[in-house]
Structures are given as C-alpha cells and as structure tokens.
C-alpha cells in the first residue's frame, strides 16, 4: 500500500479544489448549504446543484468518457470525494444512480440500456433508488419473496413489496431485483430489472424516521409491468448482478471517512469549548475517536490499493462497513458525553451548543449498523466467505 500521491493525483486534488472555491454556492470552508425544512425542496435543490457538479466533470470520474465521466480510477474517485466533503458539499441526491446502478449498468446492461440510462444519471436529470430491502428478508437477498411473472406480451408483472428505499418518493427509475424462478435455489431463481417510478401499480409510502425525516419508503408492487428490455442481465442471474452492486455499495467509503474526520475535529473543539477536554476521561474516548477514524482512513487505502492494481475486492469489503458503523456509534455517544446537560435536546436557536445537528447526527447514525447491509450479515459474510469458518446452521 503506497500512501504517496501521484504528481496526477495532486493536480486532480487542486484542480477540484480551485473549482469548488469558484463554483459553491456558499463559502468555501466555512459556509454551509442551505437548510430546508421541506424535503422536496432540498432535493430540487441537490438535483440542480449535482447538474453543475456533473457539468464541471466532478461526477462518475471513474466512467467512461462517453457516458460523462472522466475514466479515471478508484483512487481519483475518492480524492474528487474527499475535497466535496472538505468543502461541505451535500451528499449527491443521485448516489444511489452513480454509485450503484451505473456501476451495475456497465458491467451488465446492454449497450442499449447504458446509452440510454447513464447520461441522465450524471446531471440527476433522472434520479434512481434501490430496490433489493423487504420486510420478510431484510439483508437476505437471498429470501427475497418479490415476483416477477411472464405476461402475454413477453414482458413481466411484478408483485410485492420492498422497504427502506432512500429517496423513493423522489426516483424516476428503480434497480428491482424479483423471483422469476421460485422453483430454483433461493439465490439461483432472481432477476434484476429498471422499473419506471411513476407508471401504474407502483406505490411508494415515505416512512417518518426518529429523526422526524422521510428519505427512507416501502414500495408496493401491484402486477407492474415491465418491458423485458428492461430487463438487466441474464433471466435468473440477478444475484450476480446484485453481488456487483453490493460490492460497489460496501468496498470503500471515502464520503463516510471525511464526514467523520469533520465530526472529529468539531468534536475536538466542542470539548474545548464546553470546558470538558481536560477530563481525563473525557480526552481518552476523544483519543480513541481519533484513532478509529484514522483507521477507518488506512482500510480504506488498503482498499483502494487493490482495486488500483486491479484486483477484485471480494466479500472483505464487508469488513470496512462493519468497522465504519460500529465506529460512528462510539463516536456519537462521545459526541452526546461532551454535550453534557444539552444532549437530549434539540434546540435550533443561535449559541446552542449542539444547535440540534449532533442530536440528529446521533439519532440517524444509529440506523449504520442496519442500512447498506445488516452488522449481523456482514460478520457472516467475512466469518464464512474471509474466515473459512463453518457455515451457520440454517433452519431446516
């Protein structure tokens, strides 16, 4: 693993940071995006903001050029991420189409399909969710229970339903995965297939979260139809494509390192400020934070490095998700120690210690250990798949 950057590298690095000091609609370093009490009006917002992003180059480095992207690697990908999260921009409201689908989508879709989906997802003039969750499966994909039917006319009916997709209400397009098989092995009778958000017998019911927010919905099915050149791969080998999709989705997590590197160093200051880093205590979990993050950092350079070299990360990438969700969890509760008296409020008035963001952070990030794949089933994973341990016993 070689930490040293490229002279290419550096002037990527400085080349996205020269156009975000131009280019941000607040100030670089110091400012903040703006705070929008109604969802659908932050996304209209996040939609046009990721549309300049794509159009400076900043967004898909790792496609190809035809599609919008830059053809870079892995490595400049995540440099582009980190000088966003420096300069604080917003999460993009199209990562679940840049990050996943579009991955999915070159390594599976048909030339038809790529030239006709990619280009929208860049410049968020199409927005995806992800459609794999259920209720009877969680993050057993395998136990998926969704169907898709063969229709009279060569295309397919869904029914079923999914939940906890992000950004549901909001997504003109979904990556579903169904059973077109139920008399296969569980995970050998799945098929992946684009499903179009807002035609008829698709129903998407936004669910109200602890932190009094709605990214997250269940989805319902009712005989849906769908065309099969929408269709993504093979009739029975979406558990191939889906294990493509995961992989992108757990390998590396640059975005999630600098936003915590940020929550450390307002955390380092609010002990100041509050008069509680001369605790002894209280500098011993701040230590600890310091040390878990930098980890989080070198795991995901070791990540990285592979994937430069170009060899496959594998199911070990489980082991960066686990490690980075239980991590924000230590450091939240450090977070919620330093608060003190103000912890469980959630104030918004100017000189609040916590000015409500640390109690929300707090709240939301108690669902790591739940999205992008339970805790419970990453350990599995790496026990099993890393390990060579037995195999758990299942239910007869």
Same mark, same amino acid.
């Given at each position: 693993?070689?930490?040293?950057?490229?002279?290419?590298?550096?002037?990527?690095?400085?080349?996205?940071?020269?156009?975000?000091?131009?280019?941000?609609?607040?100030?670089?370093?110091?400012?903040?995006?703006?705070?929008?009490?109604?969802?659908?009006?932050?996304?209209?917002?996040?939609?046009?903001?990721?549309?300049?992003?794509?159009?400076?180059?900043?967004?898909?480095?790792?496609?190809?050029?035809?599609?919008?992207?830059?053809?870079?690697?892995?490595?400049?990908?995540?440099?582009?991420?980190?000088?966003?999260?420096?300069?604080?921009?917003?999460?993009?409201?199209?990562?679940?189409?840049?990050?996943?689908?579009?991955?999915?989508?070159?390594?599976?879709?048909?030339?038809?399909?790529?030239?006709?989906?990619?280009?929208?997802?860049?410049?968020?003039?199409?927005?995806?969710?992800?459609?794999?969750?259920?209720?009877?499966?969680?993050?057993?994909?395998?136990?998926?229970?969704?169907?898709?039917?063969?229709?009279?006319?060569?295309?397919?009916?869904?029914?079923?339903?999914?939940?906890?997709?992000?950004?549901?209400?909001?997504?003109?397009?979904?990556?579903?995965?169904?059973?077109?098989?139920?008399?296969?092995?569980?995970?050998?009778?799945?098929?992946?297939?684009?499903?179009?958000?807002?035609?008829?017998?698709?129903?998407?019911?936004?669910?109200?979260?602890?932190?009094?927010?709605?990214?997250?919905?269940?989805?319902?099915?009712?005989?849906?139809?769908?065309?099969?050149?929408?269709?993504?791969?093979?009739?029975?080998?979406?558990?191939?494509?889906?294990?493509?999709?995961?992989?992108?989705?757990? !390998? @590396? =997590?640059?975005? #999630?390192?600098? $936003?915590?590197?940020?929550?450390?160093?307002? +955390?380092? &200051?609010?002990?100041?400020?509050?008069?509680?880093?001369?605790?002894?205590?209280?500098?011993?979990?701040?230590?600890?934070?310091?040390?878990?993050?930098?980890?989080?950092?070198?795991?995901?350079?070791?990540?990285?490095?592979?994937?430069?070299?170009?060899?496959?990360?594998?199911?070990?990438?489980?082991?960066?998700?686990?490690?980075?969700?239980?991590?924000?969890?230590?450091?939240?509760?450090?977070?919620?120690?330093?608060?003190?008296?103000?912890?469980?409020?959630?104030?918004?008035?100017?000189?609040?210690?916590?000015?409500?963001?640390?109690?929300?952070?707090?709240?939301?990030?108690?669902?790591?250990?739940?999205?992008? !794949? @339970? =805790?419970?089933? #990453?350990?599995? $994973?790496?026990?099993?798949?890393?390990?060579? +341990?037995? &195999?758990?016993?299942?239910?007869?």
């Amino acid at each position: 693993m070689d930490l040293r950057p490229t002279p290419d590298q550096d002037a990527l690095r400085a080349e996205c940071r020269a156009w975000l000091r131009a280019n941000l609609p607040w100030e670089y370093g110091k400012g903040l995006p703006p705070h929008f009490d109604d969802l659908a009006d932050e996304v209209a917002f996040l939609r046009g903001w990721q549309a300049s992003l794509a159009a400076g180059g900043w967004v898909g480095v790792t496609w190809p050029p035809a599609y919008g992207g830059r053809g870079a690697g892995a490595l400049s990908h995540y440099i582009v991420q980190e000088e966003l999260a420096r300069a604080r921009a917003p999460e993009l409201v199209g990562r679940i189409g840049i990050n996943l689908v579009g991955p999915t989508l070159l390594a599976h879709g048909t030339p038809d399909q790529q030239a006709r989906w990619l280009p929208q997802i860049l410049s968020a003039e199409a927005l995806w969710c992800q459609l794999f969750s259920e209720p009877g499966a969680g993050s057993d994909l395998a136990a998926l229970s969704t169907r898709a039917v063969r229709d009279d006319a060569g295309g397919w009916r869904l029914s079923g339903q999914k939940v906890w997709t992000s950004y549901a209400q909001f997504a003109d397009w979904g990556l579903v995965l169904a059973r077109t098989n139920p008399d296969a092995p569980k995970n050998k009778g799945i098929t992946a297939f684009a499903i179009d958000m807002h035609q008829p017998g698709v129903d998407v019911r936004p669910l109200r979260q602890i932190t009094d927010e709605f990214d997250f919905n269940e989805v319902f099915f009712d005989d849906a139809v769908v065309p099969d050149d929408q269709r993504i791969g093979a009739v029975d080998d979406g558990w191939r494509v889906s294990s493509s999709t995961l992989t992108h989705e757990r !390998g @590396t =997590n640059p975005r #999630q390192l600098v $936003i915590h590197a940020q929550l450390l160093e307002e +955390l380092l &200051r609010l002990a100041i400020d509050q008069g509680r880093y001369d605790d002894e205590r209280t500098q011993q979990r701040l230590a600890e934070a310091y040390v878990e993050v930098r980890l989080f950092q070198l795991h995901n350079w070791r990540s990285l490095s592979k994937i430069e070299a170009g060899k496959p990360l594998g199911p070990e990438g489980s082991a960066l998700k686990l490690y980075w969700s239980e991590m924000s969890k230590r450091l939240h509760d450090t977070a919620m120690a330093v608060l003190g008296d103000a912890s469980p409020l959630w104030w918004h008035a100017e000189g609040n210690p916590g000015d409500g963001r640390w109690q929300r952070s707090w709240l939301y990030y108690h669902a790591a250990s739940v999205f992008a !794949g @339970t =805790n419970e089933i #990453q350990r599995n $994973i790496i026990g099993e798949r890393v390990l060579g +341990l037995p &195999r758990e016993p299942r239910p007869a």
